[in-house]
Nanobody, 122 residues
């Protein structure tokens, strides 16, 4: 059973940067595929990026307000930590950001953090 704790959110202005962290305890971090999701007010939760457990492949969302090129997901297995580096932030990036984990190539994410708020002012 994994526990995930996010941190690093906050209030920033358009164009600024933030780095989110997700520290995981319990289970075997090296065997988790990790991901970031976000949920904006009044909207459904959406996928942002993932980092696979075996080959370390990364995937980013292709939705309209594209994050690829501005966001970077990476992990440090020796710290049991997942990161999301966010640059050139826009008001549309305002949301609660959640860290999630699934065991290897499971079909759904089994473990979720409590979320960290990111607010981008214009």
């Amino acid at each position: 059973q994994a526990q995930l704790v996010e941190s690093g959110g906050g209030l920033v202005q358009t164009g600024e940067s933030l780095r989110l962290s997700c520290v995981t305890s319990g289970g075997n971090f090296n065997q988790y595929t990790m991901a970031w999701f976000r949920q904006a007010p009044g909207k459904e939760r959406e996928f942002v990026a993932s980092h696979t457990w075996r080959r370390g492949r990364v995937y980013y969302s292709d939705y309209e307000e594209a994050v690829k090129g501005r966001f970077s997901i990476y992990r440090e297995n020796f710290k049991n930590t997942l990161y999301l580096e966010m640059k050139s932030l826009k008001p549309a990036d305002t949301a609660v950001y959640y860290c999630a984990a699934k065991t290897k190539d499971a079909s759904t994410y089994e473990y979720w953090g409590q979320g960290t708020q990111v607010t981008v002012s214009s």
